[in-house]
Every structure is written in structure tokens, then in C-alpha cells.
Nanobody, 127 residues
Framework: VQLQASGGGLVQAGASLRLSCKVS????????MAWFRQAPGRERAFVAA???????FYGDSVKGRFTASRDNAANTMYLQMNNLAPEDTAVYYC??????????????????????WGQGTQVTVSS
């Protein structure tokens, strides 16, 4: 399987970006998906998740600014990021669980819940 993240770039504080994650293979609608990010010198952090039923969960630092969504027909997950701040600078990874597992808000935030990881896309926000 391939998880291809795209849409990153260099923007100024206050700008918006939309990340996409295209997933190869079948049964995309049977997997929970999420975004994690990792800034230099910092631990990997949960950003947002979209369950296969479309329920969303967000990390505290992005609530109200970021919106995760998915298009099952296109095998693609999105992350709309508004009002970006320098502290959002990181490599953003899209991730996928195993098929048809149960998930809760607590487990959705844990990196260990996810089985497949993409290569990441760099987001840099200047002040």
C-alpha cells in the first residue's frame, strides 16, 4: 500500500494550506485515517483523525483551525489548515489503521493504532 501525502509548502502565518493523502489499493472506506506531525527536535504528535464512518477527532492545538475529511470514492483524505502559525511547522504524515478495527477518541490519538505510514509532506510557516 502507498499513502502519498501532498500539499505542503512554505506560507506566512495566518495563511491556509490543504493537505491531501492519496491511498492506493482497495477498501479505503474500511480504514480509519489520521494525520500526525513531527517538528524538528520534537516528538511525533497527533493532529486529526477521520474514522471510516466520517467521525473526526482533533489534537488540542489544532481544534477550530484544522478540518479533516475524506472522499472514499477518490481514496483520499484531506486536512484543511487555516490560520497557520509558526508552531504548526512540521512534517505531516498520513496514516492508516488495519481494516475494520474498532476505534475510540483515545485510541485515535495514539500512533500505535496505525499500521501504515506515508512519507510525509513538509509544512513551514514563517512569522
Amino acid at each position: 500500500v502507498q499513502l502519498q501525502a501532498s500539499g505542503g509548502g512554505l506560507v506566512q502565518a495566518g495563511a491556509s494550506l490543504r493537505l491531501s493523502c492519496k491511498v492506493s489499493g482497495h477498501l479505503f472506506s474500511n480504514y480509519h485515517m489520521a494525520w500526525f506531525r513531527q517538528a524538528p527536535g520534537r516528538e511525533r504528535a497527533f493532529v486529526a483523525a477521520v474514522t471510516f464512518l466520517g467521525r473526526t477527532f482533533y489534537g488540542d492545538s489544532v481544534k477550530g483551525r484544522f478540518t479533516a475529511s475524506r472522499d472514499n470514492a477518490a481514496n483520499t483524505m484531506y486536512l484543511q489548515m487555516n490560520n497557520l502559525a509558526p508552531e504548526d511547522t512540521a512534517v505531516y504524515y498520513c496514516v492508516r489503521t488495519r481494516v475494520n478495527i474498532a476505534i475510540s477518541e483515545m485510541t485515535a490519538r495514539a500512533a500505535g493504532t496505525y499500521n501504515d505510514w506515508g512519507q510525509g509532506t513538509q509544512v513551514t510557516v514563517s512569522s
